[in-house]
């Protein structure tokens, strides 16, 4: 059964949630205020039974330019949109910020509905008709319907429930298998229960006595019951109108723009790497360092732009960019993501996370706009191949790679196992699962290779370097366990011998030169004439006027 969200878009006094209700019965605006003004304030929610397999949940957004924050929250969250026009009105400007909107959100399904047909003739009906049509040109509502609708009287209800019906049997439902999900729009105490959260889950599923995991706070919970679209249930699943009992955290802990989540899997983060576009109808171009307001999922925080590779964005144009936040936020890659100018509050452009972990970068390196490139545009085995390759010598574990670009560790799993198949990745451990570039790996065992061939030309004596000291050397970054992969290698291609904590080149034995072999029997007749009565080495090659060093090293082969 697909559980999909439709979200309202709009300008005021549209008709929205006028529109909800006679599709569901239900009034979307549940606040005092709301209801007293006759204007929607906040986001409201609504369901609808399709059939006895399929019920939509409905997010009913405000119109209002002062409100678009509140707008925001509730329509990252849904599967479809209804554009909705007043036949009286036509085309308006929150009609223009919320298409904006929808298509920057990458919302990829929806139709249009004109609403109010009974206060204007046919005529009129259809001459605006026609220019709601020109308005969507080149967007994605541009091959969808146009449906005349009246709430008041019912006219086109039924052909509207029929539309919604065939949407949302093409809509794309979202992954109960992924990473589990739930950005907070709503909280509240209820008496007897506690705290309560809500929210449209996003992504994988959630069940009862499961321990969540609250971010950025990263404060845990548990939770102690759940509903869905009204009715209690033992869990919920991506797609979902969700509310969530939770034991053990207050109401005052817990507030909309926090992220219900799995625990432990991941670290808020003030920085996100993403694929940037600017609005062509922004009236200015974005330079380094620009204040916004940066709002994803149901959270609004306040931050600046960092461009890379380029000075400045001008409108219509995309670029890859750092957002730099004032506090810490949680996103995955993939997110999609809107940013409005700090003031006045307008939506000035939107994009799509590429990385949420990333290091502060200069601006002009070339590595991390290729980084950035293959995170946009490459396969899900090359990303994490970049992932590995950027760890280099240090190695990368399962745990940080599900996490870096979002996926459920079984799923990241089995992509790291076609790169190994591949032979552009190598597998160290596989409890803790952990893992290495091959390229890196190769070029680690070369070198270590090299470096024993070069202690033995400078050290022709010494029968072999240390390991702390080849580690040292070469391998200062590197876990113990790719030292030891690396040397494990090496003896196996009989490239090296390991000798206690001595390694060595395969086959190599040390040669005397004549005065070496001269020496030896000398130190040799030595220590036969003195039995067990032994000094010191040193005094005995002092006594025999030998060269210190090479004495040293030769007795240190005698032994």
Not at 234 to 257: D, F, H, K, P, Y
Not at 342 to 363: C, E, F, N, V
Request: hydrophobic fraction near 45%.
């Amino acid at each position: 059964m697909p559980h999909i969200i439709v979200g309202t878009a709009g300008h005021i006094d549209h008709g929205k949630t006028a529109l909800v209700k006679a599709l569901t019965g239900i009034d979307a605006d549940r606040l005092k205020e709301e209801k007293e003004r006759g204007i929607t304030i906040d986001i409201g929610f609504a369901h609808l039974a399709l059939d006895s397999n399929t019920t939509v949940g409905f997010i009913d957004v405000p119109g209002h330019e002062r409100f678009i924050k509140n707008m925001l929250a509730g329509v990252g969250g849904i599967d479809l949109v209804m554009l909705v026009i007043a036949a009286d009105e036509s085309v308006m400007p929150q009609t223009r910020e919320h298409l904006d909107i929808c298509s920057l959100l990458h919302i990829q399904q929806g139709f249009t509905v004109l609403t109010k047909i009974d206060k204007v003739d046919p005529d009129i009906a259809d001459l605006v008709e026609m220019e709601v049509r020109e308005f969507l040109k080149g967007s994605f509502l541009e091959p969808s319907p146009i449906l005349r609708v009246s709430s008041y009287t019912g006219q086109g209800i039924p052909q509207l429930i029929e539309t919604l019906r065939e949407f949302v049997g093409k809509a794309r439902p979202k992954d109960a298998s992924d990473i589990f999900r739930l950005p907070v729009d709503r909280c509240f105490t209820m008496k007897g229960f506690g705290t309560v959260a809500t929210g449209t889950l996003i992504a994988g599923k959630v069940a009862k006595e499961q321990e969540i995991e609250i971010l950025p706070t990263e404060r845990t919970a548990r939770v102690r019951g759940i509903q869905v679209h009204g009715h209690a249930a033992n869990e919920a699943l991506a797609g979902q109108r969700t509310a969530l009992n939770l034991q053990g955290i207050e109401v005052s802990q817990i507030q909309r723009g926090m992220v219900l989540t799995t625990p432990g899997l991941f670290i808020p983060t003030s920085m996100f790497d993403c694929h940037l576009e600017l609005l062509r109808s922004a009236a200015n171009p974005i330079e380094m360092r620009k204040r916004i307001r940066f709002h994803i999922g149901t959270a609004e925080l306040m931050g600046y732009v960092v461009l890379l590779g380029q000075n400045r964005l001008e409108p219509g144009q995309t670029a890859f960019a750092q957002i730099r936040l004032e506090e810490p936020a949680f996103a995955l890659p993939g997110d999609r993501f809107i940013i409005r100018q700090y003031s006045p509050m307008l939506t000035i452009g939107g994009g799509q996370i590429l990385d949420s972990a990333p290091l502060k970068h200069r601006r002009n390196d070339k590595n991390v706009i290729e980084t950035l490139r293959v995170f946009k545009e490459g396969s899900i085995e090359d990303q994490l191949l970049t992932v590995i390759e950027e760890t280099g010598l240090k190695t990368v574990e399962l745990p940080e790679l599900s996490a870096r670009r979002g996926l459920p560790a079984a799923r990241a799993r089995e992509y790291v196992a076609a790169l190994v198949n591949s032979g552009r990745v190598r597998v160290l451990a596989e409890s803790p699962y952990i893992a290495v570039a091959a390229k890196a790996f190769d070029e680690a065992a070369a070198a270590a290779a090299a470096a024993v061939e070069k202690f033995h030309e400078t050290n022709p004596l010494t029968p072999g370097i240390g390991r702390e000291e080849l580690k040292a050397r070469l391998f200062g970054d590197a876990s113990n366990l790719l030292f030891q992969a690396v040397l494990d290698k090496l003896a196996t291609d009989k490239k090296i011998l390991l000798e206690q904590d001595l390694i060595r080149l395969f086959g190599r034995k040390v040669t005397l030169k004549a005065d070496e072999e001269k020496m030896r029997d000398q130190l040799t007749e030595r220590f036969r004439l003195l039995g067990l009565e032994v000094p010191p080495p040193d005094e005995i090659i002092s006594n025999l006027k030998l060269d210190r060093n090479t004495a040293r090293k030769i007795i240190q082969l005698m032994l």
